[in-house]
């Protein structure tokens, strides 16, 4: 099966602090993606990357920035964390530069609090 | 514009009676449908897809799901509620438009399902 693994299920940052989140799959998939789930609002995107090196913002960029240096390995990053920032992350990958919306897996999300 | 619309935030229903998660959608294109579930503290895991086969579509754990398109509907079914069907589900489109944006997914807000014994 694949395998999406997101290396904290907690976080708790300070206000200010720069705060890496890391997800890694390992089924070779060029797609990867970093939404934020708030209860109420769904899922909403806020970078994607289809190739390494590669970057698109999604729905709600502002405040964050995303590195893709190798294929497995999609980081989200928080350049001066903020309490709105407060919320669970969820990185998801797919196989293929889809029309269809097909074959994504999520990790098991990362739950960041800023105090 | 393309958007997903669940009708009901929170939905409660008795162990073994039937199970209604509505949803709608708004879409440029002809759409691809999907239905994830999102248990506590766990990821989302996919309960089934429609992309312009069948109108019925079966799923996991006993639930389908039927694309209506005079209705522009993509409600979720289960004849016999379970507890273990106690989780959040979300209705979800995704993007056929081009260039970048293929295949990215865009998600209802949620609707979270209670099951009393």
């Known amino acids: 099966d694949v395998k999406v693994t997101q290396s904290s299920r907690y976080l708790v940052k300070r206000t200010g602090e720069k705060v890496f989140l890391e997800c890694v799959q390992d089924?070779?998939?060029?797609?990867m993606f970093w939404y934020r789930q708030d209860p109420g609002l769904g899922l909403r995107l806020i970078y994607f990357s289809y190739d390494v090196k590669m970057k698109e913002k999604g729905d709600i960029p502002e405040g964050y920035s995303v590195s893709r240096e190798k294929k497995e390995r999609f980081s989200l990053i928080l350049e001066s964390a903020s309490t709105n920032q407060t919320s669970m992350y969820l990185c998801a990958s797919s196989p293929y530069r889809t029309r269809t919306g097909q074959g994504y897996t999520f990790g098991s999300g990362t739950r960041l609090t800023v105090v | 514009a393309q958007s997903v619309t669940q009708l009901d935030s929170h939905v409660s229903v008795s162990e073994g009676t039937p199970v209604l998660l509505r949803c709608n959608y708004s879409?440029?294109?002809?759409?691809?449908l999907f239905w994830y579930v999102q248990h506590p503290n766990k990821g989302l895991q996919l309960l089934l897809k429609?992309?312009?086969?069948?109108?019925l579509v079966k799923g996991i754990n006993g639930f389908e799901a039927e694309f209506k398109k005079s209705e522009t509907s993509f409600h979720l079914t289960k004849p016999s509620a379970h507890m273990s069907d106690a989780a959040e589900y979300f209705c979800v489109l995704s993007l056929k438009s081009y260039g970048g944006s293929q295949g990215n997914l865009i998600f209802g807000k949620g609707t979270k399902l209670s099951v009393k014994p």
């Open positions: 879409s440029s294109y002809s759409p691809s």
């Open positions: 429609y992309t312009s086969a069948a109108t």
């Open positions: 089924m070779d998939h060029e797609n």
